[in-house]
């Protein structure tokens, strides 16, 4: 830490200096500010107008400075035990759907739980069951016509929390009109993922491809075939056209215009998607047929949102296509954009770094959730939630520290959900983080004028950076302050005193040592792993922080360690209740122990002189330049492996594929897609996670989520036709959480010929 130090004259030696100089100091501000006004016709464009009225030097080079939405992000109770998919306000009321079980009883959801099945409701203050819920996955859901509509990946409503009997087949969709719930029709094959409405007719989206017509829709032919989109007409499901090759994730309503956003890049032209047109990842319908919008994108479309004539695109995505191959002359485009009729338009500071999952238009401003650190440039840090209004990303307190899937907003009500676990304390989400539980609600900050006593000195800078180390400050009557900062912090005051020749008070500071602890950004994911007085056991060699609401000490930890204050050297939060958390990077030093930091008290001295109060008149400019890296907190490692095997009959053959993730996090939504080369007719394909579909030559599987270590496997019989020659056949896996290591994403194997 470098440190620098000044010597001072008394207080009345430097009064007669200040007084000769005052005027001349003055003087030449006011010529060369009119100078540059000249130059420039307003005001320097190097000066931007702060909140405040004042102006302040634009940062050059290093982090842009957001434009910040104060405030915190607050816990609905202890939250949820495991993922958010949908958020819906009704009134006031909030409807929660996802994957789910239990409402958390506790901090860390580890006692006096609370089974509500994938659906819940928070009405301000308390959580409650809506009836009994559902037996999979809620995945959307939308109020129409007083009545909650859901879709999801479930097959029946529970009759009880246990959810093993009196059970309500619904097949995909169900109806809670306030006491019991029902079915539109008799629902689909497979699971749908979005629900739109225009004020008529409803549609829906999804990985099916048939409207059941029984509720045993998977042994009792006729169904409707549908491919991934259908809509309801009162009475019953019908196909629009003939659908898409492979699933929908999104859907957009916009007068007579239907929006699609999903994974395909087929629109099919026949029931049986044997021949298609080319659309990728996006298309649009006009109440007759779909067509391709552009030539959409190299990768997943994930959500739509409409504001009149602009349609915003966000997804996985980094490049629009060139051409409706998308192999030549593609541009980037990262994760999110704006269609306005006729062409795309990237969004600012190059869209975001990662993958956006959720998009809702209100007013002129788009807030946007998903799995994004930071803007693609990486100069505005965002930490998965943002708000991008005239031309400007806005981050939202400090984020969260996982992917957001789902937000909602209504006047001032502002609620997020996904796969996070704490709402970040400072911008690298290293410290000072609080417990919410994968769902959220924004506390804004509202300011408020304060009235300010001329005769009271203030020596103290009201511009204080969350999670930056605060420096020792002194203010003498020579007006030169000294800055002792920790952590790369540059402290740069106007202070500019005034002279108040009234009967007024000497600002005598006196230097209160107090604890502030140097949080240094450590890698990867605080793991809780003990309460106080507990023993924390980690894995190898880890990094362990003990303490509480950001208040940690660190040590480096072999094995297990008792979490408590003897073992740290003492109570890094007095009165608090701590825990230890170890950190998932692997030999990482822990910082410093805490370092004491001098926070001025005031002792006034009355005085019948005339001196300068030594106040401020301008908040000291608080620019902190933190370290970050490009890698995500959470992380999966997907990795498969493919064979060919012969069949148990003549010319057939088995194409074997195993998935795992042998990532730390959950692999969200997991896909796996095989295209089989021509001259080979499947004959069947299997799974023992998820489902999966075939549409000509392509099976898709969704394999749902892959927790650590989990594995899937898919299994597709294959018959030689004529014609068939030896081709290499590979599969693809990918899901919606970030993969490191996208090289063991595809699994390749000859397949022999006939």
């Known amino acids: 830490m470098k440190t620098s130090t000044h010597s001072f004259d008394s207080p009345r030696a430097n009064r007669s200096r200040w007084l000769g100089t005052k005027f001349a100091l003055t003087f030449a501000v006011f010529v060369v500010t009119v100078l540059l006004m000249l130059l420039w016709g307003s005001a320097p464009p190097l000066l931007a107008e702060t909140k405040t009225g004042l102006r302040e030097p634009r940062a050059h080079g290093g982090m842009e400075r957001p434009a910040l939405v104060a405030g915190t992000w607050q816990n609905l109770g202890f939250g949820l035990n495991n993922g958010v998919s949908k958020v819906l306000i009704n009134g006031s009321d909030v409807y929660v759907g996802g994957s789910f079980t239990q409402v958390c009883g506790s901090q860390f959801c580890d006692t006096d739980n609370v089974t509500m099945n994938r659906i819940a409701k928070w009405d301000g203050a308390n959580w409650s069951a809506v009836g009994n819920g559902f037996n999979g996955t809620v995945h959307d859901m939308m109020m129409i016509n007083s009545k909650l509509h859901v879709v999801g990946g479930f097959f029946e409503a529970c009759g009880v929390p246990a959810c093993n009997s009196g059970n309500v087949r619904a097949n995909g969709i169900a109806v809670w009109d306030g006491a019991s719930w029902s079915t539109l029709g008799f ?3 497979n699971a749908p993922y979005t629900i739109a409405y225009d004020g008529t007719t409803i549609y829906v989206g999804g990985e099916f491809t048939t409207a059941c017509s029984t509720f045993n829709c998977a042994i009792t032919p006729p169904s409707t075939r549908v491919n991934r989109v259908a809509r309801w007409d009162g009475t019953n499901w019908l196909p629009m056209n003939f659908g898409f090759g492979t699933a929908l994730s999104d859907l957009a309503v916009s007068g007579s215009t239907v929006y699609a ?14 021949t298609f047109s080319t659309a990728n990842r996006l298309a649009q319908w006009n109440g007759t047929t779909w067509s391709a919008i552009g030539n959409g994108f190299n990768n997943s479309t994930q959500a739509l949102a409409v504001d009149g004539s602009n349609l915003y695109i966000g997804g996985i995505f980094n490049q629009l ?9 593609n541009t980037t485009m990262n994760a999110i954009t704006n269609w306005n009729g006729a062409s795309f338009a990237a969004l600012a500071n190059g869209g975001l770094n990662s993958q956006a999952f959720a998009l809702e238009m ?3 401003a788009l807030y946007v959730g ?3 650190p930071r803007t693609s440039d990486n100069l505005v840090t965002l930490n998965s939630i943002a708000k991008y209004e005239s031309n400007t990303w806005n981050n939202y307190g400090n984020g969260v520290d996982s992917s957001v899937t789902t937000l909602a907003v209504n006047g001032d009500d502002f609620y997020i959900g996904g796969i996070f676990t704490n709402a970040c304390g400072n911008a690298a989400c290293t410290s000072g983080n609080t417990r919410v539980n994968r769902i959220a609600k924004f506390n804004p900050i509202v300011a408020t004028p304060t009235n300010t006593s001329t005769n009271t000195p203030t020596n103290t800078p009201t511009n204080t950076p969350t999670n930056t180390p605060t420096p020792t400050r002194t203010f003498t009557p020579t007006n030169t302050s000294t800055n002792t900062p920790t952590n790369t912090a540059t402290f740069t005051p106007s202070n500019t005193p005034t002279d108040t020749p009234t009967n007024t008070s000497t ?7 107090t604890d502030t602890p140097t949080n240094t950004p450590i890698g990867g994911v605080w793991i809780f792993c003990a309460n106080e007085n507990g023993t924390c056991v980690v894995p190898g060699t880890r990094v362990v922080r003990y303490g509480a609401n950001g208040l940690y000490k660190y040590k480096l930890v072999t094995g297990s360690t008792f979490c408590g204050n003897a073992s740290f050297g003492g109570d890094p939060a007095l009165g608090q209740s701590k825990k230890c958390e170890y950190t998932t990077a692997d030999g990482v030093t822990p910082s410093a122990t805490p370092t004491k930091t001098a926070t001025p008290t005031k002792t ?12 401020p008149t301008n908040t000291p400019t608080v620019t902190a330049t933190p370290t970050f890296t490009n890698t995500p907190n959470v992380q999966a490692d997907l990795r498969v492996r493919k064979t060919v095997q012969p069949g148990s009959s003549a010319k057939t053959f088995v194409f074997k594929m195993n998935v795992k993730n042998r990532g730390d996090d959950p692999a969200v939504k997991t896909k796996l897609v095989d295209v089989v080369p021509t001259g080979y007719k499947i004959q069947s394909v299997t799974t023992d996670k998820g489902s999966c579909t075939t549409t000509g030559q392509t099976v898709d599987c969704g394999l749902l989520g892959l927790v650590k270590d989990q594995e899937a496997n898919i299994e597709i019989t294959v018959k030689q036709q004529g014609g068939a020659t030896t081709q290499t056949n590979c599969v693809n896996v990918s899901s919606n959480t970030y993969d490191p290591d996208p090289s063991n994403n595809q699994a390749c194997a000859q397949v022999p010929p006939p």
Do not use: W
């Open 187 to 189: 629902g689909f094959n």
């Open 362 to 364: 209100v007013g002129s």
């Open 321 to 329: 296509c060139g051409v409706p191959a998308c192999n030549s002359g």
């Open 261 to 274: 956003a999903g994974t395909y890049n087929r629109i099919c032209n026949d029931a049986g998607c044997s």
């Open 370 to 372: 998903g799995y994004f």
């Open 507 to 513: 600002d005598t500071p006196t230097n209160t040592p």
């Open 604 to 615: 006034l001295v009355p005085s019948n002189t005339p001196i300068p109060t030594n106040t």
